[in-house]
Nanobody
């Protein structure tokens, strides 16, 4: 059973920065995808950024140039969030999947992911 545990959320003023982390345990896939999603109250869960086991990345248009997804050899996933805006306020989730290759255009679709963390709150005040 893959386990994903997020950390690093909190409250920050607009223009500030936060870094989220997601520790993955029991993850044995050689080819995999990991991603960050977010869900604001009353809204659907949306993809923010994703990365594959080769280090290729994709981002939602709303965060391009402000957020950076990365991972280290210990399979810890990061999301560096800079120039935060009030509209970035949401619960942020880490997700992962392995197995068959995905078309990069689908990497930010929640339905593509099998494993999810419990979420971490990010609140940006204006």
């Amino acid at each position: 059973q893959v386990q994903l545990v997020e950390s690093g959320g909190g409250s920050v003023q607009a223009g500030g920065s936060l870094r989220l982390s997601c520790a993955a345990s029991r993850y044995t896939y050689s080819t995999y995808y990991m991603a960050w999603f977010r869900q604001a109250p009353g809204k659907e869960r949306e993809g923010v950024a994703a990365i594959d086991s080769y280090g290729r990345t994709t981002y939602a248009e709303s965060v391009k140039g402000r957020f950076t997804i990365s991972q280290d050899n210990a399979k810890i996933l990061y999301l560096q969030m800079n120039s935060l805006k009030a509209e970035d306020t949401a619960v942020y989730y880490c997700a992962a999947r392995g197995g068959v290759p995905l078309w990069i255009g689908s990497w930010l679709e929640p339905s593509r992911y099998l494993h999810w963390g419990q979420g971490t709150q990010v609140t940006v005040s204006s």
